[in-house]
């Protein structure tokens, strides 16, 4: 076990990161949620993930308090705004369903790798408690990663689908 300061400090900054990433995925979801009528497997799907993201937000927190720390206002403040303007610039877009798809199996992933670096972290620095938490959360980022890459084609085929008959087909 190594639990030196700065494999602390780099973890903490990590908690951080992954606690604004997560508040990011918030806002992008719930965007993407107020313009998906024409796509309720995926709405149902979104909206499921956001409550699995509320509970990933409360895990770090729980690490983080664990750690005698808080996540940063600072970073979540900025990763929201961040996020509702990513959401801002696909809905615009012609096929704003297809760009949010991919978009979202970008950013699960990123995010499944963002908690893989805690965890090795966590590990490394003697952190034990924090392992089953980040796992938790690692878990449902990779679910949700898988479902969207299972369901692209199908989402596909339905917005081709609703295009061709001159249907609403963005989102």
Do not use: C
């Amino acid at each position: 076990m190594d639990s030196a300061p700065h494999i602390r400090s780099i973890f903490i900054t990590g908690l951080r990161n992954a606690h604004a990433l997560e508040n990011q995925a918030l806002s992008i979801m719930n965007r993407q949620l107020e313009r998906l009528e024409s796509y309720p497997d995926v709405a149902a799907r979104l909206q499921a993930h956001v409550e699995e993201t509320n509970g990933q937000i409360d895990r770090l927190r729980t690490v983080l308090e664990s750690l005698d720390e808080s996540p940063s206002a600072m970073k979540d403040m900025g990763a929201s705004f961040m996020g509702s303007m990513a959401s801002l610039t696909h809905s615009v877009a012609g096929d704003e369903i297809l760009k949010n798809s991919f978009a979202n199996f970008a950013f699960e992933n990123y995010e499944a790798a963002s908690y893989r670096s805690l965890i090795a972290m966590a590990k490394k620095g003697g952190f034990q408690s924090a392992i089953p938490l980040l796992e938790a959360s690692l878990s449902e980022e990779e679910a949700m990663a898988a479902w969207l890459d299972q369901h692209l084609p199908a989402v596909t085929e339905r917005y081709l689908q609703l295009s061709g008959a001159g249907a609403q087909a963005s989102h």
